[in-house]
């Protein structure tokens, strides 16, 4: 019979004893204490080896996932190891500057020196016309009138002269050139070129106060500043302003003839005056006809030649390029007959189609039907 000893959880000094018989062995000569200790150490060497046993396979199993998860990451993640970019040196002093870089800024500011003086010479070429104007208006009648020296009598011929030779631009082309109408020459010398008709009025005014004071001083900031007139009140004068064209401006009103019809020359566009407006025309001196559109107050037939001379001046009617209509009406250069014909020529000279144009004034429509 075999007697085991072993420990439990809350228990001390315990005992459990397992009867057996066995009659394969001879039990003899064997002490309890010998066989429990024995058997003791004997459980005790297989738990440790089972525990161990555990522990060598859950480590087994975690390196493999770990080395799967790894070998995972590799595969997805590849590493490229760049080369370190060489860094050259330049044996040269600091002082001595980059010869390419000026050679750059110098190419660039050149660069920008021709844009600027290009973008200037436009400018210049556009209102130089402009600029001759105020360096007329410096000797206009309000400057002189402020200075303590009184303005002398070859000074003011000198500005009257000036200025007339505004409105008589063009004549030394053609003698024969109508210049603008009397009373609108105060529009042609006034900085604002306001409507002469309008300037006109407060000039009668002017003139019979008999002041002192020259007129558009007087108009402006002068004695006459609070006059009101109720067939042109102040607001009127003020905003009807008449566009005077430049040289570039002007281009885009000139008119050509191409296979008897008018085509303007800058967009290539044929000539379509709509209904329920007034197209105006002007032949100038050096024989270019311009037409637009009139805008009383603000276009009108001084706007073309901006005062100057015309050879002759109208309205007409024309669709699609082909004139259905012309006659010689314009307040600003009251043209003559004489200046009509001169318009009627420069027509047959290019060829245009004169046989079923209508002429709203008799002794012409005979002139044309006879000389056709």
Not at 161 to 176: F, I, N, P, Q
Request: charged content about 25%; hydrophobic content about 35%; proline content about 4%.
């Amino acid at each position: 019979m075999t007697i085991l000893k072993s420990d439990s959880f809350k228990k001390t000094d315990s005992e459990t004893i397992t009867t057996r018989t066995d009659n394969s062995r001879n039990l003899k000569n064997c002490r309890p204490e010998k066989v429990i200790l024995e058997r003791t150490l004997s459980m005790l060497e297989r738990s440790l080896s089972f525990t161990s046993l555990v522990e060598d396979k859950q480590n087994l199993g975690s390196n493999n996932l770990d080395g799967k998860q790894n070998r995972l990451k590799n595969n997805l993640i590849p590493t490229i190891s760049l080369p370190e970019p060489p860094v050259f040196f330049f044996q040269r002093p600091v002082s001595v500057p980059d010869a390419a870089a000026i050679k750059i800024q110098k190419f660039y500011k050149s660069y920008r020196t021709r844009r600027n003086l290009a973008d200037c010479a436009v400018v210049v070429e556009e209102l130089w016309w402009k600029a001759l104007d105020f360096a007329a208006l410096r000797r206009s009648s309000v400057s002189f009138f402020n200075e303590e020296k009184p303005e002398t009598a070859v000074s003011k011929w000198a500005r009257a002269r000036t200025r007339a030779a505004k409105v008589g631009k063009g004549l030394s082309k053609d003698e024969k050139a109508q210049k603008l109408a009397l009373q609108h020459w105060l529009e042609a010398i006034d900085p604002r070129h306001r409507y002469g008709h309008n300037l006109h009025l407060y000039y009668d005014i002017w003139f019979k106060s008999s002041s002192s004071q020259p007129f558009f001083y007087w108009l402006d900031v002068g004695d006459g500043k609070e006059t009101y007139l109720e067939k042109c009140p102040r607001p009127v004068l003020q905003r009807q302003c008449i566009k005077y064209l430049g040289p570039k401006e002007r281009e885009a009103y000139e008119v050509i003839v191409e296979n008897g019809k008018l085509v303007f020359k800058q967009s290539r566009m044929l000539v379509e005056t709509t209904e329920g407006t007034k197209w105006i025309f002007v032949l100038s001196t050096l024989r270019a006809l311009y037409v637009g559109k009139k805008k009383k107050g603000k276009f009108q037939h001084s706007s073309f030649l901006s005062g100057g001379a015309t050879t002759a001046a109208g309205r007409l009617v024309a669709h699609n390029g082909i004139i259905e209509a012309i006659w010689p009406y314009s307040g600003h250069y009251h043209p003559t007959e004489e200046n009509f014909r001169e318009f009627v020529s420069f027509l047959e000279e290019h060829n245009v189609d004169l046989t079923n144009v209508k002429v709203r004034c008799f002794t012409l429509w005979m002139f044309i039907h006879v000389h056709i």
